[in-house]
């Protein structure tokens, strides 16, 4: 690739990112990214979970059969509070949304790429040699 596509490449690159950070979809989901990562009682409840598998794994390498258990149900029930959180789930519903566009922005560009590569190998072997 010569220099100069690689320029227009990067540009178009550039301003599609710039799109994308002002896409409504994209911002709601990195509004509420931000708003579960500062949220205390999410942060406390990941913090239960994993003191409370990592309880479990103790338990099991100490033979107690009981008490591991418990912990694996303690860590089942927060996981269940942490994942019908309301945050979580909207959270969650936008991940799929900004997903969903990411991947049809993709197949877009890769269908657009894929038919310049091949029209640029039709121009080459239609070229005098």
Partial sequence: MNLEKEAAVDAALSHLTALLGENEVITRYQKLQ????ENDTLQQLEEGIKAAQKD???FAHYGKPEAERAA???ADR???E???HPLVIDY???LYEANDLLQHL???IQKEVNTALEY????KEEEPQ
Wanted: positive net charge.
């Fill in 56 to 58: 479990a794994v103790q």
């Fill in 34 to 37: 931000k708003r579960v990562a």
């Fill in 72 to 74: 694996l149900k303690e």
């Fill in 78 to 80: 927060l996981t269940k």
């Fill in 92 to 94: 969650r519903e936008q």
């Fill in 106 to 108: 993709t197949a877009m």
């Fill in 120 to 123: 640029d190998d039709l121009t």
């Fill in 82 to 84: 942490f994942n019908q």
